[in-house]
Nanobody, 122 residues
Framework: VQLVESGGGLVQAGGSLRLSCAAS????????MAWFRQAPGKEREFVVG????????YYADFAKGRFTISRDNNKNTVYLQMNSLKPEDTAVYSC????????????????WGQGTQVTVSS
């Protein structure tokens, strides 16, 4: 499956961004999806995951209450709405296809997009 992220940019602290991840190549509605992020000098970090139907989600603690994942299976796209952004949210955000629901380990992901840069200024 091919994944293409978009929607990143520069935003002030407290602002919002909506990221998109468009998928092609497989039946999107069967895919477990997730967002990760990677800051400079740090390892890739799990952010949030979503079930194929969109009915179940699971979040990293830092994302709870500020970030929301959703998907539109008609558009083969998964979204990440990020509110109340902080400078420490600055990273490259990537979407991935998980081998199963609930995993937070990068080793359980079979496909990745190229990522989109999110920069939050203080």
């Amino acid at each position: 499956v091919q994944l293409v992220e978009s929607g990143g940019g520069l935003v002030q602290a407290g602002g919002s961004l909506r990221l998109s991840c468009a998928a092609s190549g497989r039946t999107f509605s069967t895919l477990h999806m997730a967002w990760f992020r990677q800051a400079p000098g740090k390892e890739r970090e799990f952010v949030v995951g979503i079930s194929p139907s969109g009915g179940s989600t699971y979040y990293a603690d830092f994302a709870k209450g500020r970030f929301t994942i959703s998907r539109d299976n008609n558009k083969n796209t998964v979204y990440l709405q990020m509110n109340s952004l902080k400078p420490e949210d600055t990273a490259v955000y990537s979407c991935g296809v998980a081998n199963y629901y609930g995993t937070r380990s990068t080793t359980d992901f079979s496909s990745w997009g190229q990522g989109t840069q999110v920069t939050v200024s203080s």
